[in-house]
């Protein structure tokens, strides 16, 4: 399973996303049965990611020093068996551009609902670029709960949570 992360600037959110799910997996015993990649709508080829993501996702154990942006495009999506976007809004916005895509494309609130029958609280991934340090741990927090749950899944550890039907009708 090929999974692709995306974001506005690939700078923050999906790098993140990327190194932590990477680390989850790992940890989950998923080894090469998930890959991860991430890309932005809107990045420039090359860049780094910035320094509060680096530094907040080092805590969670995940390491995005050798991060650099990619462009999102439809070579890099093709590569993709899910495009997880973090918001809603980007999630239009790729569909709009590439919509082919439109049956692989979810937000991570939406990748989580179908993955593990639990419906999050929240439905987008702010960006905390240009915020606090407190945003940035907050986004991360998200992130890592989220994929915690997703993978845990994956790799069987973690029952599916069925849903009314299926239970009463088993």
């Given at each position: ?11 923050c ?13 790992a940890?989950?015993?998923l ?14 080829d ?40 973090m918001?809603?809004?980007?999630k ?37 670029v240009?915020?606090?340090?407190e ?36």
């Open positions: 399973m090929r999974i692709l992360f995306i974001c506005q600037a690939n700078m959110r999906s790098p993140m996303a990327e190194a932590l799910a990477r680390k989850l997996a940890e989950q015993g080894g090469d049965r998930v890959q991860f990649r991430s890309a932005g709508l809107w990045a420039a090359g860049l780094e990611a910035v320094d509060e993501a680096v530094t907040i996702a080092e805590e969670y154990g995940a390491d995005l020093r050798a991060h650099h942006t990619t462009p999102f495009c439809l070579q890099v999506a093709h590569w993709a068996d899910y495009i997880i976007a918001t809603r809004g980007q239009a916005d790729i569909v709009r551009r590439l919509p082919i895509l439109r049956t692989r494309v979810y937000t991570l609130a939406e990748w989580v609902r179908e993955v593990t029958g639990r419906k999050p609280r929240w439905r987008d991934v702010e960006d905390p240009g915020g606090t340090e945003r940035f741990r907050k986004c991360a927090a998200l992130l890592h709960q989220a994929l915690s749950d997703v993978l845990s899944v994956l790799a069987g550890a973690t029952p599916r949570r069925r849903g009314v039907l299926m239970r009463l009708f088993p």
